[in-house]
């Protein structure tokens, strides 16, 4: 059993927004950086973004960079991840995880996992 969920997934078209959403029943995300990955179909998994424990420091990869935000609010044990301006490539299923270590992009970092939200963007 996933130990996290996302939700917020869904079909969009080019240039609009969605917000995934990740929380968990069986774990305190605020104990952990927290990062969100996607796969496409044929594709390896690829490093979305991570943000820290206290929301204090956040990185992403070249390709979401000033698209994608992501946020945290630990009273309400979920981690956010704002996308904008989606692009057909950004087609995927987006997993969150969650990690010991302080701002991972390496999924072997990662402990925990979701099962996944699909997002598709159509041109």
């Known amino acids: 059993q996933a130990q996290l969920v996302e939700s917020g997934g869904g079909l969009v078209q080019a240039g609009g927004s969605l917000r995934l959403s990740c929380t968990s029943s069986?774990?305190?995300?605020?104990?952990?950086?927290m990062g969100w990955f996607r796969q496409a179909p044929g594709k390896e998994r690829e490093f979305v973004g991570a943000?820290?424990?206290?929301?204090?420091?956040?990185t992403y990869a070249d390709s979401v960079k000033g698209r994608f935000t992501i946020s945290r609010d630990n009273a309400a044990n979920t981690v956010y991840l704002q996308m904008n301006s989606l692009k057909p490539e950004d087609t995927a299923t987006y997993f969150c995880a969650a990690s010991n270590f302080r701002l991972p992009t390496e999924g072997v970092s990662y402990t925990y996992w979701g099962q996944g939200t699909q997002v598709t963007v159509s041109s």
């Open positions: 069986r774990r305190a995300l605020s104990l952990y950086a």
């Open positions: 943000i820290t424990r206290t929301e204090n420091s956040s």
